[in-house]
C-alpha cells in the first residue's frame, strides 16, 4: 500500500465547480448568488447543474445590479447564511467597492459578530476580454483591515482554497484565473479537500533565487525554473493567501535565497509585487544578495486580441530571465 | 431591584395601550438625542459627529412597533430613534456616543457605526445608501430559510438619489421579498432643502417595478404603524415589497453644531409644530404621561450615568475584531 | 474617382426619402453584422467578443436618424448598429473588429471599445450600464455650453438593473437635461430571457422622476423615428429627458459562437418573424431597394477589403493613448 | 529689491479655494460639481462663494448619485468642458470606482481624445468620522494606468497642484487632506501659482537619512527632521504627485542617503509606501545601508474619537524614531 495520495487530472474550472458542490451538499446555509449562475450554469459553465441540484433559493440568479449582489452576501451573511458571491470578471468588482469594503468588511469591526461571506471574482487577460474584462485589481484588497484576500494558480488551490473560505467566518475574497480555466492540473483524490487560508506553498524547493508568483504566473514560474534547472536552483512560492499574507514562508525562502523575483499578472505600482519586495528588503536585508526584481506587465490598458494580450503578460521567458539577471 | 424601563411602562399601561407604548418610545428617542445634544455642548463634547433625528421619531417608532426581535432593519447616519425603537439599550448607545468602552462598538464607532445584530439591527451606516442593498440581501437571507421575519430598510430622500435603491426595488420585485423600503422625507439632505435632490415623488418610485407605493403623515405615529404595518404583513405572508414615503421634520442641523443656515427661522418653526411627540400626547390621559416621562427621565439619566461613569475607550480597542481567525 | 456611399445613396434618393435613408441604414448595420459573423466563424476568426445586434437594427437606425454630428450617443457592448447609424466608418470598424491597426482604437480594442468623439460617439462599452453616467455628463456639459444638442442613451433592459440609470433619470429631471434615455430590450439579457431580471416595466421608470414615458415598438424603424423624434424635440428645446423602451428582438445568442440554448427554436422563428428590414422593405420600391442593396454590398466588401489587407496590429500599440503628457 | 517671493499665511482650504476660484475665473469652460458644493459652500466650506460668481451651472450641486457624479465629469469633459469632480470624502470614491477607472481612466486609450477631469477628493482621519469617512485608498488608483494622482501636504501644493491639474489634458484625481484643512502654511504670493505635476518636493535636503512622506505626514516628518537637526541630517522628499511618481529625484536622494523612511497616512500593504521601498530596494541596492523602514498606522479600521484616531496614526515622534533605527 502506497502513501502517496492518488490525483485526477482535473480542469481548472472542474475544481472551483467541485468545491462549490461539496460546499453546498455539506452545508445547506451555503447559497450562490451571481449573474447567471443559476438558469444558464454560469458565463463559464462552472456552476452547470447546481440550480437542479440545490434549488433556485440557493443557486440565484440576480439581475444586473452588481451593488446590491454584494449587499445579497452581506445582508444574507447577517442573517445566518454563509452567501457565495459570483463576481463574474474583477473588473466589476469596481460596482461593488462600497458593499465590500465600507460594509462587509467593517461588519465585524462594528458589531463583533462574523460575517461568513465568499466573494469569487475572475480575473486577468485570460480571454480576449479587452481592458475592461481582465484587470487584476487584487491589491486595492489586500490593504483592507477584516477582509481575507486568497488567489489560487491550480485546480487544487483553486478548489481547496474556495472550500476553506467557504467555512471561515470572515469576509474572503477568492481570486480566480481566467487564464486557468481550462488547464489541467493535478488534484488529490480525497473526501475533502481544504486548503488553510494564509498559508504559502513552496511549489518548488531551491537554494540560489526566490521566485514568488502569483496566479496565472505560478505555472509559468515553475516552468522557468525548471527551463533553468541545470544551471540555477529556484525556489517557487505561490502565497495562495495574498491577504494576510504568508510573511514568514515567503521571508524565510528570501533569507535562504538572498535573491528574489516576484512575478505577477497585475500592474507593478503598490501591488502585491511591490509590497513582497518591500517586505524582503525591510526583513531579508542583510541577506540579499541581488536587488529584487519584479515582472509584471508593462504599465499599459490591456488590449482585446489575445496575441497582444500574450506580449503584454510574462511569459516563462521573461521570468527565467528577470531570474538570470539576480545572479549576474 | 432595579426594575427594567419595559416592566416600568407595562406597569403603566404601555403593553396593553399600544398609543401609549408609542407615545413612551418617541419620548425615549427624543430625550436620548436631546441629552446627548447637551453633552454636545458640554465642555467635554461628544467624540464625534452626531446626526439627530429630533422630530422623526414617529416614522422609527411607528415603523417597528409591531416587529419581532428577529425582524431586521437597516438604518442610516441620522438613527438613534431606529435604534432605540428596535430595542437598543440607551445605556450602551449613550456609552458609544461618547467614546466609553462598554459602547456597543467599544466605544471606538460612535453615532454611525452602531449595529447590533441579535436585535435584528444590521447597522446605522456611515454611507449615504448604504444600508439599503444590505437590507436586500437580508430579506433574501429571510426567505431562503423560510423565517416569517421581514426586514424595514429606512433611508432618507437624500439617500433614494443613490442607485442601490432602484436596484434593491427591482430584485425586491422579482424575489417577492420581504422587505419594506422606508423612506423617511424629513425635507432637508445634509446642507440644503430637498428640491435640489429630489426629482418627482418618492413613494411613487416603485410603479415602473410593480412595487406598490405608500405615502403617510410622518409626524402621525398611529399613521405610521397602520400603513408599516400593513406593508410589513404583506411582506411576511409573501406578498413581497412595498415602498413607503413618511413626511416628517428635521428640527435640527444635518449635524449637531451647524447652524442650518439653509433654512429660515419661519420655516422651522412651521415644522416643528408638527412635533410627533406633542401629537400622541394629546389623545392620551395626561396623568400616565406624567408617569411615562418619568420613567423616561429616569432611564436616559442613568444611561447617561453609566456613560460618564464608564472608562473612556483606549487605544487597546482600535485591533480588535477585525478577523474572526488568522 | 470613388463615390462615397452617403452619395451613391443620395443618388438614388435616400436623401430626399427618409424612409429609403432608414432602409438603408439598417441594411448596412445588418450586412456589416452579418460580414463579421462570417469572419467569427472562418479559420481566422475574429480577435475578441462580438455580441451582435442583428433584428435590432432599427432601434439605432430610427433613433439616429434625425440626429447631427454635434448630437451625442452613448452604446452598449451590442453597439455596431449605434456606431453605423452615428455615422462610424464601416471600413475602420471592421479593421477594429478585426485587430487591424487603421481600427478605431487600433485594433486593440475591439467590439466593446469603440468610441468616437468626433461624430458624438462616446462609446459601446464592456461595462453594462457604463454609457448611462456618461451620457448624462454629456448632457450636463451640453447645456452648460448653451448648445442645442442632445444625448441619446442606448441601453439594454437587462442593463436596466443598474442603478445608475435611477440616479440617472433623478438628475435629467432635476437640471431638464437634454437627454433620451432609450431602452433597446431585446428580450434577452446575456444568457436567459429577461424574466430573471425585469420587474414591471422599464418605460414607466421614469414615474417617479416625473420623466415622461414611452414604449414603442422597435421593429418599427418608422414608429422609432416619430418617437424619439419627439422626445428629441423636447429635450433639445429646454423640455427635459424622456424615457423610451422600444421591443425588438435579438436574433442570436448572447456573442457570437453562443448556442443560445436558453431559448427554443420557435420562440427563435416567431422572433425573426418581426424582421424590421423585411418590413422597412415593404413599403420602398422594390427596384430602388436592389440598387441599395447593391451598394451597400459594395460598401461592406470594401470595408472588409479594406480590414484584411490592413496590417494586424502588433504589440508596439499596446502603449499608445494612456496619458497625454507626463 | 529682494529677490525673495513674498509668502502669505494661507490655511490649507483656502488654498484650494483659491485655486477652483482663479481657475473659474481664467477659462470658463472650467465647472465644479459635486454634494453640497454650490448653495451650501460645500461641506468644509471652502466652495462658498463660488455659486455666486460662476452661476449655479457652473457651480452645480448634485444629487447623492457617486456613480453619475462621476459620470457628471466624464461625459462633460467628453463634449468641451474642464469638470472638477469634489468627493466629499475619499471613502465615497468606492462608490464612483467603474466611472473613474473603466469609463474616466481608459477614454483617451480608447478615443484617442484628451478627457481633462479633475477629481478633488478629500482622504485621511483628521475628522472624527469614523471608518467610512477617513480612508486613505490613494494606492488603487497609482495602480491605473491613464489615471494621474497627486497628493497635497500644504496650502501651496494644495493650490498649485490643483491649477495644474485643470490645465492638464489628462483625468488627475487630487487628494487633499482632511487632516491639514485649518492647518497655516505660507503660499508665495504671485499671479498664477502652478506647481508641476510628477515633480516631488526636496521639503528639506539632508546626507544621512531620506525620509518620503505624503500628505499629512510631511508636515510630521519636516518636525521630526528639525528635532533630530543636532544629531541626523535628514532629506525630506514630498512626491506629491503619487502616479507616476517621479522616481528620479526619489531615487537620487535615497541613493546620496543610503537610508529610507517612509510615512504615510494609508495603510502598509500593497501601498505607495511598499511601492517607493520597493524602488529603492531595486535601484538603490547598492547604496542602500539599512532596511527601509515603513511608518504606516497599524492595519486596523479608522476609529472615531479623535484621541483614538492620533493614538493610530503616526506622529512626528514615530517617524523619528524609524529614522533612528536606519542608523542604529
Ligand atoms: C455615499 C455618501 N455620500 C454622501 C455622504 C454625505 N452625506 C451624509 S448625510 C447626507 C445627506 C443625506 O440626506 P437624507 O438621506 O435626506 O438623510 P437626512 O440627513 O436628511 O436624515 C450626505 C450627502 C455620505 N455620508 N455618503
Ligand atoms: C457591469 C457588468 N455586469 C455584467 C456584465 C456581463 N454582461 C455583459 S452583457 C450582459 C447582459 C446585458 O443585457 P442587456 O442590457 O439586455 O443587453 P443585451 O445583451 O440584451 O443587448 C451582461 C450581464 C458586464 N459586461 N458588465
Ligand atoms: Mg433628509
Ligand atoms: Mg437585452
Redesign the interface.
Same mark, same amino acid.
Given at each position: 500500500m502506497s502513501t502517496e495520495i492518488a490525483t485526477k487530472s482535473t480542469k481548472y474550472w472542474q475544481g472551483i465547480s467541485q468545491a462549490l458542490t461539496e460546499e453546498m451538499d455539506r452545508d445547506e446555509r451555503v447559497?450562490l448568488?451571481g449573474?447567471?449562475v443559476g438558469?444558464?450554469g454560469g458565463?463559464y459553465g462552472l456552476t452547470r447543474g447546481l440550480q437542479d441540484r440545490f434549488g433556485a433559493?440557493?443557486v440565484?440568479?440576480?439581475? $444586473?445590479?452588481?451593488?446590491?449582489l454584494?449587499?445579497?452576501?452581506? @445582508?444574507? @451573511?447577517?442573517?445566518?447564511?454563509r452567501?457565495i458571491v459570483e463576481v463574474m470578471f474583477f +473588473?466589476?468588482a469596481?460596482?461593488m467597492?462600497?458593499?465590500l $469594503?465600507?460594509?462587509g468588511a =467593517?461588519?465585524?469591526?462594528?458589531? @463583533?459578530?462574523?460575517l461568513p461571506l465568499t466573494v469569487r471574482a475572475m480575473c486577468g487577460a485570460g @480571454?480576449?476580454?479587452?481592458?475592461?474584462?481582465s484587470q487584476n $485589481?487584487e491589491?486595492?484588497f489586500?490593504?483592507v483591515?477584516?477582509l =481575507?484576500v486568497a488567489m489560487s494558480s491550480n485546480a487544487r488551490d483553486a478548489k481547496g482554497l474556495l472550500k476553506s473560505a467557504v467555512r +471561515?467566518?470572515?469576509p474572503t475574497l477568492i481570486i480566480e484565473t481566467q487564464g486557468l480555466l481550462r488547464d489541467r492540473f493535478d488534484v488529490p483524490v480525497v473526501d475533502d479537500l481544504l486548503i488553510p487560508l494564509?498559508v504559502a506553498d513552496v511549489r518548488r524547493t531551491g537554494t540560489d533565487v526566490t521566485v514568488v508568483a502569483t496566479g496565472r504566473m505560478v505555472p509559468r514560474a515553475v516552468e522557468a525554473a525548471e527551463g533553468l534547472a541545470d544551471e540555477i536552483s529556484v525556489e517557487v512560492v505561490d502565497p495562495r493567501t495574498i491577504?494576510? *499574507?504568508d510573511t514568514a514562508t515567503i521571508l524565510e525562502s528570501v533569507a535562504k535565497t538572498g535573491r528574489l523575483v516576484v512575478a505577477q499578472e497585475?500592474?507593478?505600482?503598490?501591488?502585491?509585487?511591490?509590497?513582497v519586495?518591500?517586505l524582503?528588503?525591510?526583513?531579508c536585508?542583510a541577506e540579499?544578495k541581488?536587488?529584487?526584481?519584479?515582472v509584471t506587465p508593462?504599465?499599459?490598458?490591456v488590449?482585446?486580441? *489575445?496575441?497582444?494580450v500574450e506580449?503584454?503578460v510574462p511569459q516563462a521567458d521573461t521570468i527565467a530571465a528577470a531570474i538570470r539577471t539576480t545572479l549576474a | 431591584m432595579v426594575t427594567s424601563i419595559d416592566d416600568q411602562l407595562d406597569a403603566l399601561g404601555a403593553s396593553t395601550d399600544p398609543a401609549l407604548g408609542r407615545y413612551a418610545t418617541m419620548q425615549l428617542c427624543r430625550r436620548f438625542e436631546e441629552t446627548v445634544h447637551d453633552q454636545f455642548h458640554s465642555e467635554q463634547g461628544v467624540p464625534g459627529p452626531l446626526h439627530l433625528a429630533i422630530g422623526q421619531e414617529a416614522v422609527a417608532v411607528g415603523a417597528c412597533h409591531d416587529l419581532r426581535t428577529t425582524d431586521v432593519i437597516t438604518s442610516t447616519h441620522r438613527g438613534h430613534h431606529h435604534c432605540i425603537a428596535k430595542g437598543a439599550r440607551t445605556d450602551r448607545m449613550m456609552a458609544e456616543l461618547l467614546g466609553r468602552r462598554p459602547g456597543y462598538s467599544h466605544g471606538r464607532g460612535g453615532s454611525m457605526h452602531i449595529a447590533i445584530p441579535e436585535i435584528g439591527l444590521l447597522g446605522t451606516n456611515g454611507i449615504v445608501g448604504g444600508g439599503i442593498p444590505i437590507a436586500t440581501g437580508a430579506a433574501y437571507g429571510l426567505q431562503v430559510q423560510k423565517r416569517d421575519d421581514v426586514v424595514i430598510c429606512f433611508f432618507g430622500e437624500g439617500a433614494a438619489a443613490e442607485g442601490v435603491l432602484a436596484e434593491a426595488l427591482n430584485v425586491a420585485s422579482l424575489w417577492k421579498l420581504p422587505i419594506v423600503f422606508l423612506c423617511e422625507n424629513n425635507q432637508y439632505v445634509e446642507l440644503a432643502a430637498q428640491d435640489l435632490h429630489v426629482a418627482g415623488e418618492i413613494w411613487r418610485r416603485g410603479t415602473g417595478y410593480a412595487v406598490p407605493g405608500v405615502h403617510v403623515d410622518g409626524n402621525d405615529v398611529d399613521a405610521v404603524t397602520a400603513a408599516v404595518g400593513e406593508a410589513v404583513e404583506r411582506a411576511r405572508t409573501g406578498g413581497g415589497p412595498t415602498i413607503i414615503e413618511a413626511l416628517t421634520f428635521r428640527w435640527f442641523g444635518h449635524y449637531a453644531g451647524d447652524k442650518a443656515a439653509f433654512r429660515t427661522d419661519e420655516e422651522v418653526e412651521l415644522g416643528r409644530a408638527g412635533d410627533p411627540i406633542v401629537r400622541a400626547r394629546k389623545a392620551l390621559d395626561p396623568v400616565v404621561v406624567a408617569e411615562v416621562d418619568r420613567v423616561v427621565e429616569d432611564e436616559i439619566a442613568s444611561a447617561l450615568r453609566f456613560a460618564l461613569s464608564s472608562p473612556v475607550s483606549g487605544p487597546d480597542v482600535l485591533s480588535l475584531n477585525h478577523l474572526a481567525s488568522v
Open positions: 447559497v448568488v449573474e447567471d438558469r444558464a458565463p433559493d440557493r440565484r440568479d440576480t439581475p $444586473i445590479s452588481e451593488a446590491v454584494m449587499g445579497l452576501g452581506v @445582508g444574507s @451573511g447577517a442573517v445566518g447564511l452567501p +473588473d466589476f469596481m460596482l467597492m462600497d458593499q $469594503i465600507n460594509q =467593517k461588519y465585524r469591526y462594528f458589531t @463583533g459578530h462574523p @480571454g480576449h476580454n479587452g481592458a475592461q474584462h $485589481i491589491a486595492w489586500c490593504g483591515p477584516g =481575507k +471561515d467566518d470572515d494564509g491577504s494576510p *499574507l497585475a500592474l507593478s505600482p503598490c501591488s502585491v509585487a511591490a509590497e519586495c518591500s524582503a528588503a525591510e526583513h536585508f540579499l541581488a536587488p529584487p526584481v519584479r508593462d504599465f499599459t490598458n488590449p482585446t486580441p *489575445l496575441p497582444l506580449a503584454r | -
